[in-house]
């Protein structure tokens, strides 16, 4: 049997060494579960960073692809396919906005929102700048690390102009910001809970308080919601706990179970200033992805993960709650996007967690991030619990400098 030292190794000879990878080195997965090259299990939380909705090798989900594949994978936008009506008409219905188009990842959601917002701003003669907010996460690409972190762009620069940051959840500044000069403001984009910022949810007061700003100015609000779509948090999206609708919602992650597709989903009036050849694609949209996205659409809808999301995921948050350990700061989210704020570096602690067979993630440092797929069941979970509880037992406290 080839360790997994062996083949990390060979992947460190070859690959572009920009993953700080973990151990296991996985072969294969069912449901909630991965296993490694070694035979070790693992209760998935992660699931693929958000994307995995409904675990691995789901039965109902790889009858839906074969079907698809021995059909059509992939022709071109010059020729409609099914599958893309379907989904189009299907997410149409689901978010309430107008227009559909269909891209191959969240970051480039992202760079087809910006491009959206900017002509919808020339056309009425404003000025083109994004706003965006301080530790939010939009993507890899030089628009989105634009609108990201500043340790993103070390080294890739010179940045693209006219982005800017304000603080987030700070209906203040970005009211400040706005009355300065709201001619010059094309967009302000806010993820609706951040997710690599350190599962932060916005407050309903202050996304309220941006849409009003922006029908006052005519800004175009866009929600990305590439992590908080598709039930990740007990609902379609997770504006509808808000109750408020943007222009523009970007979408990936869960969307594909795996596949990777994204969408953009956007009002009539700012789809109109829209021509032929504005925006495309080569393999957005294809047949493959979009009936993938579909099946997962559906199984979501009858097997009511919604309901099972929002249960299951405020029974987590509470037994978090219940633990009341002196390392736990606080503990934040909906659904099944829930984050640990810890009072040390997250990231060792994930190879405690892969030494009990569980997977989480780390972000913002000190969180760990739960993204379990959607089918994970309150038995899964409570096994976590019972090994976070084990975890905390053998730590000890961070000796601080008076």
Same mark, same amino acid.
């Given at each position: 049997?080839?360790?997994?030292?062996?083949?990390?190794?060979?992947?460190?000879?070859?690959?572009?060494?920009?993953?700080?990878?973990?151990?296991?080195?996985?072969?294969?997965?069912? @449901?909630?579960?991965?296993?490694?090259? *070694?035979?070790? *299990?693992?209760?998935?939380?992660?699931?693929?960073?958000?994307?995995?909705?409904?675990?691995?090798?789901?039965?109902?989900?790889?009858?839906?692809?074969?079907?698809?594949?021995?059909?059509?994978?992939?022709?071109?936008?010059?020729?409609?396919?099914?599958?893309?009506?379907?989904?189009?008409?299907?997410?149409?219905?689901?978010?309430?906005?107008?227009?559909?188009?269909?891209?191959?990842?969240?970051?480039?959601?992202?760079?087809?929102?910006?491009?959206?917002?900017?002509?919808?701003?020339?056309?009425?003669?404003?000025?083109?700048?994004?706003?965006?907010?301080?530790? @939010?996460?939009?993507?890899?690409?030089?628009?989105?690390?634009? &609108?990201?972190?500043?340790?993103? =762009?070390?080294?890739? /620069?010179?940045?693209?102009?006219?982005?800017?940051?304000?603080?987030?959840?700070?209906?203040?500044?970005? +009211? =400040?910001?706005?009355?300065?000069?709201? +001619?010059?403001?094309?967009?302000?984009?806010?993820?609706?809970?951040? /997710?690599?910022?350190?599962?932060?949810?916005?407050?309903?007061?202050?996304?309220?308080?941006?849409?009003?700003?922006?029908?006052?100015?005519?800004?175009?609000?866009?929600?990305?919601?590439?992590?908080?779509?598709?039930?990740?948090? @007990?609902?379609?999206?997770?504006?509808?706990?808000?109750?408020?609708?943007?222009?523009?919602?970007? &979408?990936?992650?869960?969307?594909?179970?795996?596949?990777?597709?994204?969408?953009?989903?956007?009002?009539?009036?700012?789809?109109? +200033?829209?021509?032929?050849?504005?925006?495309?694609?080569?393999?957005?949209?294809?047949?493959?992805?979009?009936? +993938?996205?579909?099946?997962?659409?559906?199984?979501?809808?009858?097997?009511?993960?919604?309901?099972?999301?929002?249960?299951?995921?405020?029974?987590?948050?509470?037994?978090?709650?219940?633990?009341?350990?002196?390392?736990?700061?606080?503990?934040? @989210?909906?659904?099944?996007?829930?984050?640990?704020?810890?009072?040390?570096?997250?990231?060792?602690?994930?190879?405690?967690?892969?030494?009990?067979?569980?997977?989480?993630?780390?972000?913002?440092?000190?969180?760990?991030?739960?993204?379990?797929?959607?089918?994970?069941?309150?038995? =899964?979970?409570?096994?976590?619990?019972?090994?976070?509880? *084990?975890?905390?037992?053998?730590?000890?406290?961070?000796?601080?400098?008076?």
């Amino acid at each position: 049997m080839v360790s997994s030292n062996d083949l990390y190794k060979q992947d460190l000879a070859h690959y572009l060494p920009v993953f700080n990878r973990l151990p296991p080195v996985i072969t294969h997965g069912k @449901g909630a579960l991965l296993y490694d090259v *070694e035979g070790n *299990e693992y209760l998935d939380l992660v699931a693929g960073i958000a994307v995995n909705a409904l675990g691995h090798s789901h039965p109902e989900l790889i009858k839906a692809q074969q079907g698809q594949l021995n059909k059509l994978t992939h022709i071109s936008n010059a020729y409609l396919n099914l599958p893309q009506l379907d989904l189009s008409i299907k997410l149409k219905e689901l978010s309430g906005l107008d227009r559909v188009f269909f891209s191959n990842s969240g970051a480039e959601s992202i760079e087809g929102a910006v491009k959206i917002a900017r002509k919808y701003a020339t056309s009425n003669s404003k000025g083109v700048t994004i706003v965006s907010a301080e530790g @939010g996460f939009h993507g890899r690409t030089y628009a989105a690390i634009a &609108m990201g972190k500043s340790a993103m =762009q070390e080294g890739f /620069g010179p940045m693209p102009s006219h982005f800017e940051k304000v603080p987030f959840n700070n209906i203040e500044a970005i +009211t =400040q910001r706005v009355e300065q000069n709201p +001619t010059d403001i094309a967009a302000i984009i806010v993820e609706p809970i951040q /997710g690599e910022g350190g599962i932060k949810p916005a407050t309903k007061g202050y996304l309220s308080s941006l849409r009003q700003l922006c029908d006052e100015h005519n800004i175009v609000l866009i929600f990305d919601e590439v992590q908080t779509g598709v039930g990740r948090t @007990g609902k379609w999206f997770a504006k509808d706990h808000y109750n408020i609708q943007p222009d523009i919602i970007t &979408m990936a992650k869960g969307l594909g179970g795996g596949v990777p597709i994204g969408a953009i989903l956007c009002a009539e009036k700012v789809s109109l +200033t829209l021509d032929k050849g504005d925006h495309g694609t080569t393999f957005g949209g294809n047949p493959f992805a979009c009936a +993938t996205a579909l099946a997962v659409i559906d199984i979501i809808a009858k097997d009511r993960l919604l309901q099972h999301v929002t249960t299951v995921g405020s029974w987590l948050i509470d037994q978090l709650q219940n633990i009341k350990s002196p390392y736990i700061k606080d503990i934040r @989210g909906m659904g099944f996007m829930i984050g640990i704020e810890m009072d040390r570096p997250s990231r060792p602690l994930l190879f405690a967690f892969l030494d009990s067979g569980i997977m989480v993630n780390a972000t913002a440092g000190n969180v760990i991030r739960l993204v379990p797929p959607l089918i994970t069941t309150q038995e =899964q979970l409570s096994h976590f619990i019972a090994k976070f509880s *084990e975890i905390l037992a053998t730590l000890t406290d961070i000796p601080t400098n008076s």
